[in-house]
Nanobody
């Protein structure tokens, strides 16, 4: 079992920045990838960014050039640096870990971008 705890959400004006953190605990060995997803009201959950255990990253087109995913393996923590935020980035952001063909999810953290 893997437990994920997110932090760092909040309210920010358009053009501002936030950094989300996700700390993994429990059976963290053999986690293949971690990432961030988001879900806006009335919309489906969508991928934002992922990072593999080897360090490869993948981003949604809508956040490329604005968001950066990184990790601290020693701390089992993944970060999402979000710059140039837009109102359409408003959503609940969920941390995800993929291990042994199973997805684990955090409880989510709200990000609200005001115009």
């Amino acid at each position: 079992q893997v437990q994920l705890v997110e932090s760092g959400g909040g309210l920010v004006q358009a053009g501002g920045s936030l950094r989300l953190s996700c700390a993994a605990s429990g059976s963290t060995f053999s986690i293949v990838a971690m990432g961030w997803y988001r879900q806006a009201p009335g919309k489906q959950r969508e991928l934002v960014a992922t990072i593999t255990s080897g360090g490869s990253t993948n981003y949604a087109d809508s956040v490329k050039g604005r968001f950066t995913i990184s990790r601290d393996s020693a701390k089992n923590t993944v970060y999402l640096q979000m710059n140039s935020l837009k109102p359409e980035d408003t959503a609940v952001y969920y941390c995800n870990a993929y291990q042994w063909a199973r997805h684990y999810w955090g409880q989510g953290t709200q990000v609200t971008v005001s115009s």
